[in-house]
């Protein structure tokens, strides 16, 4: 499929590949996020997932999307743990620490994930 404007990216895939789990949600978030860049006449702009280094369900619904990329200039992905030292660097504020203590501590990571399958709440 070839992308039908300058945000939509090209894919390799048919799109019935791309509406099946667990990339469905994938394709329809970067979607809404090209919607947004054309309904607000913006230069640019990129769809970020933002997930757990250590949920490998996200990871791999990731990789299989990105595998249907064409072109992935308005697609990219951070773990919550560089996102959060990043911000650290930059002394960002208070707020960093809240979300620190809130995604990345041991009891918040325990309480994160719903069964042992390590799919999120």
């Given at each position: ?118 799919r999120l709440k």
């Amino acid at each position: 499929m070839v992308g039908t404007t300058a945000y939509d990216p090209a894919f390799h895939t048919h799109l019935s590949y791309l509406r099946m789990k667990p990339i469905n949600q994938l394709w329809r978030d970067h979607m809404l996020a090209g919607s947004m860049l054309l309904a607000d006449n913006w230069a640019e702009g990129m769809f970020v997932v933002l997930y757990p280094a250590e949920n490998s369900h996200a990871v791999a619904a990731i990789q299989k999307y990105q595998a249907c990329l064409a072109d992935s200039s308005t697609f990219a992905t951070w773990t919550i743990e560089s996102f959060v030292s990043a911000l650290e660097t930059e002394d960002a504020g208070v707020w960093v620490d809240e979300l620190k203590n809130r995604y990345l501590t041991s009891e918040s990571r325990r309480g994160a994930f719903s069964s042992d399958d390590g799919r999120l709440k």
